[in-house]
Each structure stands twice: as C-alpha cells, then as structure tokens.
C-alpha cells in the first residue's frame, strides 16, 4: 500500500474542543448526524466530525454565530474537516460555553433585548408577530423568534430556509421583516405592552 503515501485526495482536519459550542449547537449536530438527508456530520461518544465544503461552508440559520464563525475561520485556514471533541484543544480566541448554556462564559452581562418582526404566511393569508427575544446577537434573536413560532420540530415538518422558516410540511412561511436592538432605557417600556 505504497500508494497510500503518495495520494493527493487527503485533507486536513483541526480538533477543536467541543467547549466552543452552545448547548443548542450540540444539539442540532447530533440530530442532523442521524438525519438520511445528512452528509456533512458524524456523530461519535465524545463529539462530532463536522466536513468543510466549498458549497456548504456559509452561514447556517439554524447554527449560532459561532459555529458558523468556526466553520468558516478552517475553511479559510486550510481544513476540509473539524474533529469537535470534549477532549480536543480549546483556543483563546474562541468563547468557551458551560455545559448546558447558550451564553459564552464571561459575557453573560452582554444578553440583549430585541424587538423582532415576522411575517406569517399560511394559505395565501399573511399577519405580523412581533416579539421581544432575548438573546446575545441579532443572529440568535432571529433564529429564536422563528423557532418560537414553530408547530413542528426541525427535520420533522419545519426546516430553515434562504428566507427563513417553513413550518407544518410547508403550510406555514416565515420571514424576518426586522429585528432591532432595543435600548437599555426602553426595555420596560416595551415589555409592559408585550405582556
């Protein structure tokens, strides 16, 4: 098997702690793993294999900001996977994650408030909900104001898509028509006409 050290079709993989990911990352990744349309993860008892391809390296709604950030950084390094392991290295220039939590450590004092607006369509009639979400990015605030809307679990009857959410095996659309920082001063204001 001489051959096997002269191949070109290898690639590089980075281990990276599994400390990096929000608990709702976690998640997502070890149902996607076990979904027939999945081709890009592997789960495994200590974390996940995550492959890095050129059409499916950019932003995934349902992923928080730091996965997608990850992701993109080894790609644009050089590394066609991404070994996430509880045992792999943490770097610094990563936020660490508490088991269970969505909030990286030591930035629990940055969760904002903001006011998001969806559009709902289902059978040619459309209403806006607005919300007040917490969250730590715009990203999230959008991600949960969709999930909150939903009927259905993703992968069974609601999945994202470029425009947002389809809900109920496409009876119910969703898009984000806004989703703005609401000031420190004003957060009382607004949730005591969101009660």
């Known amino acids: ?17 599994t400390k990096h990911l929000p608990h709702d990352d976690l998640i997502r990744l070890e149902s996607s793993s076990f979904s027939s349309q999945n081709t890009m993860v592997l789960s495994r008892d200590s974390g996940f294999f995550v492959k890095l391809d050129s059409d499916k390296v950019k932003p995934l709604l349902d992923m928080s900001d730091f996965f997608n950030t990850i992701c993109l950084n080894a790609y644009e390094s050089g590394f066609k996977m991404i ?12 936020p660490l994650f508490e088991d269970g939590s969505n909030t990286p450590i ?4 940055l969760i904002n408030k903001y006011i998001v607006s969806l559009s709902i369509e289902q059978d040619g009639y459309s209403k806006v909900s607005r919300q007040i979400i917490e969250a ?6 959008t991600k949960k104001a969709l999930l909150g809307e939903c009927h259905d679990a993703i992968g069974d009857g609601a999945e994202f898509t ?26 009382h204001v607004l949730e005591s006409y969101f009660v």
């Open 83 to 94: 070994e996430f392991d509880d045992n792999a290295t943490t770097y610094d220039s990563i």
């Open 136 to 141: 730590t990015t715009k990203h999230e605030a």
């Open 1 to 17: 098997m001489k051959e096997f050290s002269k191949t070109t079709d290898a690639y590089r993989v980075i281990g990276i702690s």
């Open 106 to 109: 030591g930035l629990e004092h």
């Open 162 to 187: 470029e425009t947002g959410m389809s809900d109920a095996n496409g009876s119910y659309k969703y898009s984000v028509s806004s989703c703005n920082l609401i000031a420190q001063q004003d957060v």
